[in-house]
């Protein structure tokens, strides 16, 4: 079956630690999407690509970090530099004509 | 450049009974959809419902409609029939590059 694969579903940073948070999508879609979600709060954008080998910084790109090698993967690092890393994560894709959001399961990511 | 407000940061309803959140939008787009989604507390992100911008005709799916104001850029979801699992964090995003969400509207379906 079609869908958005998030791994893992539970991720523990240490202090000055980078992680990377794995989506893959095999939905042959262009646009892939990276939202942070605090407890109670709404999706805010961390970065989309809408092809291969480009990407752009959504409204809170800072400290974080992303790549667009190949059209199914669209990986998701935190840096060092995240200071308030703990949120939970979510990835999505979407066709050509933006007419519907596919996303996967998400990330739950803490601080030791 | 999109932005979304949901003016109703929490609702309420009785199982059974019938509720409207309300959203307004406003995109740079010609052509765009419109969604809802809704988020149990799973987590899990679900299409409850589409609308296409150029269609005059409000969607509809089972229980849920929508009413389209185009003009005034207003996306309302209506939830007849409430049932417990209607229970979620709801939103509105319009289509486009971005899929720009804002802070959503949080519904419980009261016994």
């Known amino acids: 079956d079609g869908g958005i694969t998030q791994s893992p579903k539970y991720l523990f940073r240490k202090e000055g630690q980078n992680v990377t948070l794995s989506c893959e999508q095999n939905?042959?879609?262009?646009?892939m999407y990276w939202y942070r979600q605090d407890p109670g709060q709404g999706l805010r954008l961390i970065y989309y690509?809408?092809?291969?080998?480009?990407?752009q910084k959504g409204d809170i790109a800072e400290g974080y970090s992303v790549s667009r090698e190949k059209k199914e993967s669209f990986p998701l690092t935190v840096t060092s530099a995240q200071k308030n890393p703990t949120a939970f994560y979510l990835c999505?894709?979407?066709?050509?004509?933006?007419?519907?959001?596919?996303f996967g399961s998400g990330t739950q990511l803490s601080v030791l | 450049a999109q932005t979304v407000t949901q003016s109703q940061p929490e609702m309420s309803v009785q199982e059974a009974e019938t509720v409207t959140l309300s959203c307004t939008y406003d995109?740079?787009?010609?052509?765009?959809?419109l969604f809802w989604y809704k988020q149990p507390p799973s987590r899990q992100m679900i299409l409850v419902i589409r609308?296409?911008?150029?269609?005059?005709q409000n969607a509809t799916e089972n229980r849920f409609s929508v009413n389209f104001q185009k003009a005034a850029k207003s996306f309302s979801l209506k939830i007849s029939d409430s049932q417990l699992g209607d229970t979620a964090m709801y939103f509105c995003?319009?289509?486009?590059?971005?899929?720009?969400f804002g802070t959503g509207t949080s519904l419980t379906v009261i016994p």
């Open positions: 999505a894709s979407s066709g050509t004509g933006y007419e519907k959001l596919f």
């Open positions: 939905l042959n879609h262009d646009a």
């Open positions: 690509s809408q092809i291969v080998n480009d990407f």
């Open positions: 995109t740079s787009e010609n052509n765009y959809y």
């Open positions: 609308q296409e911008a150029y269609k005059q």
């Open positions: 995003p319009p289509t486009g590059n971005q899929f720009y």
